[in-house]
């Protein structure tokens, strides 16, 4: 069974700065993409970003393109989100996800992915 947990969230001003964490137990992950989803008050979950465990390959919403960053560090089992230039609408619960079935394609549909955290608070004032 594979265990997500992500931490950093918080208070942050807008333009600021945060940095997530998710660690990844319960499996080897070198087939897998691991996911960064949100999910802000009144609206659905949406994709943020995704990575390939193996490869390192990254897709991103348009809407954090060149704003966020996804990285993994395979020693660790641990994927970051390094978010910079933060604006209010960024506020949301952020939450990790892992897709099992493949390691090549990045999907951004939710029902893509078979494993996720319990999410983290990110709260960006204006």
């Known amino acids: 069974q594979v265990h997500l947990e992500e931490s950093g969230g918080g208070l942050v001003q807008a333009g600021g700065s945060l940095r997530l964490s998710c660690a990844a137990s319960g499996r080897t992950f070198s087939s897998y993409v691991l996911g960064w989803f949100r999910q802000a008050p009144g609206k659905e979950r949406e994709f943020v970003a995704g990575?390939?465990?193996?490869?390192?390959?990254?897709v991103y919403a348009d809407s954090v393109k060149g704003r966020f960053a996804i990285s993994r560090d395979k020693d660790k089992n641990m994927v970051f989100l390094q978010m910079n230039s933060l604006k209010p609408d960024d506020t949301a619960v952020y939450s990790c996800a892992a897709d099992r079935t493949n390691g090549f394609t990045i999907w951004t549909m939710t029902g893509s992915y078979d494993y996720w955290g319990q999410g983290t608070q990110v709260t960006v004032s204006s």
């Open positions: 990575i390939t465990w193996s490869g390192g390959r990254t």
